[in-house]
């Protein structure tokens, strides 16, 4: 186990996760309304881990075949964290935005709140960019090392749902406040412009 690369994974996938989103809204709401939160969090974070372990596993095997690739994939990437470094650090230096919740809705059988989290976490072509591609392509920096760097990317994803879910109600108040959010899309912007340095130093 590389610890530097598995903190490495797990910053990385924390990095993206906590962006604001409708997944993160989603398992908000169910963790206030302590609706089928284990559940939730257990859809959002297993179809994460899954996604993680086809890029890492995948994207390596697929750059052999394809060797332009990987190098098209790494400029790429960087430049798509470049680009969301800026777009977060413009969101706390402007953006009013915060994390809300609407808990007054029916309370939902476990069914159909499955199919709404399968759908807001499957049907959003985002999530494949930032776990099987952008994901996959970082840890191909680590050919020695990929599965400390899933396992810990995979880590931040459970940690992060879970604590979200769980903690709601302990979260709520702080991140209602368009002041918390500022500082960490900051320290997004800061994260994403280190890993894009990274890829493009090939180091």
């Known amino acids: 186990?590389?610890?530097?690369?598995?903190?490495?994974?797990?910053?990385?996938?924390?990095?993206?996760?906590?962006?604001?989103?409708?997944?993160?809204?989603?398992?908000?709401?169910?963790?206030?309304?302590?609706?089928?939160?284990?559940a939730v969090c257990l859809t959002c974070a297993v179809s994460d881990?899954?996604?993680?372990?086809?890029?890492?596993?995948?994207?390596?095997?697929?750059?052999?075949?394809?060797?332009?690739?990987?190098?098209v994939m790494r400029y790429g990437g960087a430049?798509?964290?470049?680009?969301?470094?800026?777009?977060?650090?413009?969101?706390?230096?402007?953006?009013?935005e915060a994390?809300?919740?609407?808990?007054?809705?029916?309370?939902?059988?476990?069914?159909?709140t499955l199919i709404a989290c399968l759908a807001i976490t499957w049907l959003n072509p985002h999530v494949y960019l930032d776990t099987v591609v952008l994901l996959g392509t970082i840890s191909t920096q680590f050919t020695d090392s990929q599965g400390s760097f899933a396992i810990g990317a995979i880590l931040g994803s459970f940690v992060f749902f879970f604590a979200l879910g769980y903690g709601a109600t302990k979260l709520r108040p702080m991140f209602e406040r368009p002041a918390a959010w500022r500082v960490l899309?900051?320290?997004?912007?800061?994260?994403?412009w280190l890993i894009a340095f990274k890829l493009l130093a090939g180091t």
């Open 1 to 38: 186990m590389d610890i530097a690369v598995f903190f490495t994974g797990m910053m990385m996938s924390l990095s993206l996760i906590v962006a604001i989103g409708a997944q993160n809204a989603f398992v908000l709401r169910q963790g206030l309304r302590g609706e089928h939160v284990l």
């Open 49 to 71: 881990a899954i996604l993680i372990t086809v890029g890492v596993t995948s994207f390596h095997t697929v750059s052999e075949w394809l060797p332009w690739l990987e190098p």
């Open 79 to 96: 430049a798509f964290l470049i680009w969301y470094g800026v777009k977060s650090l413009l969101s706390a230096l402007r953006s009013n």
């Open 185 to 192: 899309e900051t320290l997004i912007a800061l994260v994403m």
């Open 99 to 112: 994390l809300a919740a609407d808990s007054s809705l029916p309370m939902t059988d476990l069914f159909r």
